[in-house]
């Protein structure tokens, strides 16, 4: 399934027992591993909720190894998610070799993929926990960044300065091994896991991960209900993440995972990909009403309200900086650089979306 080869041992085995037996206390940064209640067949899927509006990720455990989905915000988080994920991805392995007659001929398999939605620092420091042994795959945007020195380097002074994150002294992201453009799927015995990159949203070259036959969407920051965008290195892209939005509201999904926030299941689902949706478009038309009474970008800035969206975390702090950027946008006409269509030219849904799970009935 990967390049690379795990490595096993008693040294090993000891270290994933400290790092598993490991008391965590990062104020603020936390998570919770909570399992998913889709269609789930034989395949373990998980998301990692973090407290208090932290970054969620993601761990997919299958017979061929596990799948993490993106790290969040230290070293010292990614390495708690490897320990989680291993520690899941044993249980799985001993699970299926009980009641046969032959033994597994190895360990159970690690973390052999990192998958990031986006290049941003808060979903994707955590990557170094993993570069002994995985392969990271993001799309071709978002890992021009993440092989950038300066960029990492501003992301991270970022997460220390206005968030207040520690751990982050001198680390350095690990760049992905793998990038894509369209639509790139992992193939396991129990599940299909479909990168699909849905252009320039919330920044350069976003994607989300979707599991068709377990009907599960990581959606990473494009979904991101009750909180108001992060503006700072921010893309004026309005308008192709309500095209994604749009698209992502066609795929059957049973459980979407948001960037940040809880989890939500059946009809909440869609109400999130819903309610992202109209807070763009309702800010977009507040915008457009501003600058076409002949406002400037910092007088609309000051004056645009969305009392609706009031309640909303950072609204205060974080509203104008969006009504600066879709200003931008609004004003330049649709000169912005285009981004690709969702999936890929001709995938506007993936490949094998109906495809029955043959776990399911058994």
Request: aromatic content about 8%; proline content about 7%.
């Amino acid at each position: 399934m990967s390049r690379r080869m795990w490595k096993q041992g008693s040294a090993t085995a000891a270290r994933l027992a400290a790092l598993a037996a490991l008391a965590f206390a990062l104020a603020g940064c936390d998570y919770v591993i909570q399992p998913l209640k889709g269609t789930e067949g034989r395949t373990q899927v998980y998301a990692a909720v973090g407290r208090d509006g932290a970054p969620n990720a993601g761990v997919v455990v299958t017979s061929l190894g596990a799948i993490v989905i993106d790290p969040p915000l230290t070293p010292t988080l990614g390495d708690r998610m490897n320990a989680d994920a291993l520690s899941r991805s044993k249980a799985f392995w001993d699970d299926l070799y009980k009641g046969r007659s032959e033994k597994p001929r190895t360990l159970a398999p690690p973390v052999l993929y990192v998958l990031n939605t986006t290049y941003r620092g808060s979903h994707s420091f955590g990557d170094t926990a993993f570069d002994q042994t995985a392969d990271i795959i993001t799309t071709d945007r978002a890992g021009k960044y993440l092989a950038h020195i300066d960029t990492v380097r501003k992301m991270r002074e970022v997460l220390k300065s206005d968030f207040k994150v520690p751990g982050l002294e001198g680390h350095h992201i690990t760049p992905p091994v793998i990038t894509f453009e369209g639509t790139l799927t992992l193939h396991t015995p129990e599940v299909e896991v479909k990168m699909i990159s849905l252009g320039d949203c919330v920044g350069e070259g976003d994607c989300v991960i979707y599991l068709p036959q377990q009907k599960v969407l990581f959606a990473g920051d494009v979904v991101i209900p009750n909180f108001v965008p992060f503006p700072d290195g921010r893309t004026p892209t309005v308008r192709n993440w309500v095209k994604a939005l749009q698209y992502l509201n066609s795929l059957d999904i049973d459980v979407l995972v948001p960037g940040h926030g809880p989890v939500k299941e059946g009809k909440d689902a869609k109400d999130a990909i819903k309610s992202q949706t109209e807070f763009l478009t309702t800010l977009w038309a507040e915008v457009k009403r501003a600058s076409e009474a002949g406002k400037s970008a910092e007088q609309a800035a000051r004056e645009v309200k969305l009392p609706t969206y009031a309640t909303w975390a950072r609204y205060t702090e974080w509203l104008p900086g969006n009504v600066q950027l879709i200003y931008k946008e609004f004003s330049s006409g649709g000169t912005e650089k285009a981004p690709p269509t969702p999936g890929g030219a001709g995938a506007a849904v993936p490949n094998g979306i109906g495809a029955p799970d043959p776990y399911t009935d058994k």
